[in-house]
């Protein structure tokens, strides 16, 4: 379970959260959307702590996420980015095994075969071996979400996984997704993609201007949306 | 033409101490200069100050100047002091002044190298939990490396022809032949036309060289790093700070 408390985070004088107060449950998939330069993805990268919150606390099992424990939080979080981040220098293999040997301390050949199970399961099992660079977007995507599952995570974080894939791409990173949605993982999920959310989400979160704004099961945000704010929003994008 | 050959081949002689001081000097350079390009990248200013000091005042003065301090000025400091120094030999001082010095450009070539390397390399790695020290040695180092190899193949062409100020300093190396032969001989024009043939039989394959491990990088790399092009031209601007690249 996360709970977030009163979290604001600001850049300088530009004050991005604005106090974000959240509970997301063990198993629960939420989606956050938004208009760009909601917080959304500010609100994500506060939960791993890649930006330090300005105010506030976040609470994982109980357990306070600080700075100084940081490693330890993370080793349980999953984070998939939108420009994918895959190390270029290493094999798909070896991006997918890195961590697991040199932070969980797993002999290479246990890495290697968990490695080549995820990668089955993103549907990319032939490519161990191949570099980055030789992968297409929604290739790259799919190993970075097998990279971030190979360290056994209880909660994954994706950051508009789909926002830099060309459109016949996004399909297969959603499904990868969906699958991991129904195994029972907790995610949260920053995306334009309503569809998506629509399908998959337990919860969604419509944030704006810094503040989680309205939030309810897709049923009712998508269809009977109560804030001007989310009814402009959805009008605009659906 | 045959007192040009002689030139050249004299000059050649003091080949050997010119690589090995220019080889030790990278060597040692590149250890130094990763050293203090971490330095002046850290958040703590008690790192990163004497770091910034050291480049500034390393790029801020001549390598002449900074040999005969270590060669000639800190024995006499010592002596003067109470202290009996002298260098065995001249060529230890020499090594620690082109060491000094390359350790400071090498660092400058490192600290860009380190920033062209994608900010969202460092927050994946620790995103999967290794550390900063890790994430930095596994996944930033090896990647500004690769970036890099070129400026640093230049830096050590640039240290080649600088070491020619260490015959200022005594050390007997392709400059210091050159004189000398001209001293006996009053062969001037020959003897240093022999020196500079003697600089491009090393500067030029090298920088040749150089080139193509470039060449073959930016072949490697195309598609994974669009913004190459940009941070490699920013590294090498570095590197042509100092002067005179081949």
């Known amino acids: 379970m996360i709970e977030v408390k009163g ?75 939108q420009n994918f981040n895959l190390f270029p220098h290493m094999s798909v293999l070896e991006n997918i095994t890195v961590a697991p040997i040199k932070v969980l301390g797993m002999k290479c050949h246990d890495a290697e075969v968990r490695a080549k199970d995820l990668l089955k399961k993103v549907g990319l099992e032939e490519k161990a071996e191949a570099f980055p660079s030789s992968l297409s977007g929604g290739q790259k995507q799919r190993v970075a979400i097998a990279r971030a599952l190979a360290m056994e995570p209880k909660i994954m974080l994706f950051d508009e996984p789909t926002s830099a894939l060309d459109p016949e791409m996004v399909g297969e990173v959603l499904d990868v997704m969906k699958a991991l949605a129904h195994s029972g993982m907790t995610m949260i999920i920053v995306t334009h993609e309503m569809g998506f959310a629509r399908e998959v989400a337990d919860r969604v979160l419509f944030m704006d201007d810094g503040y989680i704004v309205e939030q309810g099961s897709p049923e009712e945000l998508f269809g009977n949306p109560k804030e001007v704010r989310t009814q402009a929003f959805l009008s605009k994008v659906l | ?46 790192l990163k100050i004497p770091a910034t000091i050291y480049v500034e005042i390393v790029r801020g003065t001549p390598i002449v100047v900074q040999a005969f301090i270590f060669a000639y000025g800190i024995p006499q400091l010592l002596q003067a002091n109470g202290v009996p120094f002298k260098w065995d030999q001249l060529i230890i001082p020499a090594v620690i002044v082109c060491s000094l010095n390359s350790g400071a450009y090498v660092a400058e070539v490192i600290r860009s190298g380190l920033q062209a390397v994608d900010k969202g390399q460092m927050e994946a790695a620790r995103s999967l939990g290794m550390s900063y020290t890790m994430s930095m040695r596994l996944i930033i180092i090896p990647q500004a490396f690769r970036i890099i190899l070129p400026a640093l193949g230049n830096e050590f062409v640039t240290l080649i022809k600088e070491t020619s100020v260490l015959s200022f300093v005594g050390v007997v190396e392709i400059m210091r032949k050159g004189t000398l032969w001209n001293a006996a001989t009053f062969e001037t024009f020959p003897a240093y036309i022999g020196v500079a043939c003697a600089y491009m039989v090393l500067t030029i394959p090298l920088s040749r060289l150089v080139n193509y491990v470039e060449r073959r990088m930016a072949v490697d790399k195309k598609d994974d790093a669009p913004k190459l092009p940009i941070d490699k031209s920013e590294v090498a601007a570095e590197a042509s700070l100092r002067k005179g690249m081949v």
């Open chain 2, 1 to 46: 033409m045959g007192l040009y050959l002689d030139g050249f081949l004299i000059a050649l002689k003091g080949a050997p101490v010119t690589i090995g001081v220019s080889l030790i000097a990278v060597a040692l350079g590149v250890c130094l200069g990763l050293g203090i390009a971490l330095m002046r990248l850290s958040k703590h200013w008690i």
């Open chain 1, 7 to 81: 979290l604001k985070k600001s850049f300088g004088d530009n004050l991005v959260l604005k106090g974000i107060d959240e509970i997301i449950n063990d198993g629960e998939v939420v989606c956050v959307i938004g208009p760009s330069g909601s917080g959304k993805s500010t609100f994500l990268r506060c939960i791993n702590m890649l930006e330090e919150p300005t105010a506030g606390t976040i609470h994982i099992d109980g357990v306070q996420v600080t700075i100084e424990h940081i490693n330890e939080t993370r080793k349980n979080m999953g984070m998939v980015f």
